[in-house]
Antibody, heavy 121, light 111 residues
Framework: QLQLQESGPGLVKPSETLSLTCTVS???????????WGWVRQPPGKGLEWIAT???????YYNPSLKSRLTVSIDASKNQFSLSLTSVTAADTAVYYC????????????WGQGTLVTVSA | QSALTQPASVSGSPGQSTIISCTGS?????????VSWYQQHPGKAPRLLIY???SRPSGISNRFSGSKSGNTASLTISGLQSEDEADYYC???????????FGGGTTLTVL
């Protein structure tokens, strides 16, 4: 049973970089399980937006609307993966969820609890 | 604007059934049998209800069922209960560079 936990600053200034980390427990992030690793966000009062899905050794998929500002990386030694979003604006204010999507279907069986990141001066 | 279109809201009485539709295109629902449905209560993380169009994860009630016809997927909730009041989202793999798309979400009210 996978468990995911987000961590990172809850407040980021405009034009700066939003950085979040997701710690995975219950399995190795580099194991040959059916899951990949990803991020989904939800602006206050709005719907879900897929951000990225990456695997340990096979693929990286990024939302085209965020791709130029986005990096998702995996640190297998710490069993963590991270999100970095540069040049943030108020439109990036959202609850950010880390997730474990199925590698083929992208169905998300496991979610973190979510962390609110507010972009404000 | 979301790539998948859902009704903003649906409602039903306890014990009744309701259907939530999710309309996409040949680039997503029409191509892949990779439609998922999620339930989200206020302040909580989404929970997977249906994956691969029809399949239910362990622990999900058989009151929830999924189907697909052409470019449209549907979630049927039978025997409505008060705890079913929540937001519901569909998602699908897509052939476009977006890889994955979500619907805009549907709020279910149990009257």
């Amino acid at each position: 049973q996978l468990q995911l936990q987000e961590s990172g600053p809850g407040l980021v200034k405009p034009s700066e970089t939003l950085s979040l980390t997701c710690t995975v427990s219950g399995d190795s992030i580099s194991s040959t399980n059916p899951y990949s690793w990803g991020w989904v966000r939800q602006p206050p009062g709005k719907g879900l937006e897929w951000i990225a899905t990456v695997s340990y050794s096979a693929f990286n998929y990024y939302n085209p609307s965020l791709k130029s500002r986005l990096t998702v990386s995996i640190d297998a030694s710490k069993n963590q993966f991270s999100l970095s979003l540069t040049s943030v604006t108020a439109a990036d204010t959202a609850v950010y969820y880390c997730a474990a999507p199925d590698s083929f279907s992208n169905s998300i069986h496991y979610w973190g609890q979510g962390t609110l990141v507010t972009v404000s001066a | 604007q979301s790539a998948l279109t859902q009704p903003a809201s649906v409602s039903g009485s306890p014990g009744q059934s309701t259907i939530i539709s999710c309309t996409g295109s040949r680039s997503d629902i029409g191509t892949y049998n990779f439609v998922s449905w999620y339930q989200q209560h206020p302040g909580k993380a989404p929970r997977l209800l249906i994956y691969d169009v029809y399949s239910r994860p362990s622990g999900i009630s058989n009151r929830f069922s999924g189907s697909k016809s052409g470019n449209t997927a549907s979630l049927t909730i039978s025997g409505l209960q008060s705890e079913d009041e929540a937001d519901y989202y569909c998602s699908s793999r897509t052939t476009t560079s977006a890889h994955v798309v979500f619907g805009g979400g549907t709020t279910l009210t149990v009257l």
